[in-house]
């Protein structure tokens, strides 16, 4: 009982960090910008970055309320919708911390990839959310065969991406995966690298205790 007080109230702590984390970077982001006459920074809201951070934190709010009630002694086993939507938010982050390690930090550098909110938005919260992810949530399953749902948020938001970036010219190409007119190829390239990682994550997550012992 001891222990799972403890391992609740560790899991509390990281949910209340990606709250935390997710809304003072972001409240910066919107009403303070370098430059007070721009007025609210809503322009940030279409970067990946910001809305993998934001699912996250959305999610980690039924999440703590779970790590309430294992603190109250009451069940705080995650419902399998709610362990879904954690798929989905740490799969997004993981993404993100892979684009920036591999990707965009050889482009921009990175020292400006980890300043400012971009240390909490690109390493902190996603260590975060992986940590929780394959360690602290692991007493409900997820199938194997549910990795490509971790690619669903990224279809829909390279869906919008193209659009803008491509067929319409709203958007800069601010993530590079335009150069030349190859899109397609930085696209697919995109959705399979997020493809690897949710099925990774789904395999280093493992078996619940409960399935493992049946298959001793």
Known sequence: MKHERRRAAVYLAVQICLIVFTVIPLSF????????????????????????NVAAALAAIPAAIFAVRALSGKSGRLPRW????????????TLTMMTVLCFLGPIYGYGEMYTGVNFWFHLINPVLSVTAFLFLETETAIPFKAAPLGI?????????YVREVVFVGTWPDFYSLNPGGRWVVSVLAMLFADLLLSALLLLARGKPPEESEKTV
């Open 82 to 93: 709610l362990l879904i939507c954690r798929f989905l938010a740490t799969s997004m982050l």
């Open 29 to 52: 982001l919107l009403f303070f910008p370098e430059r007070p006459d721009e007025g609210v920074q809503t322009v940030v809201i279409r970067y990946y970055t910001t809305l993998s």
């Open 152 to 160: 669903v948020p990224t279809v829909l938001y390279g869906l919008v």
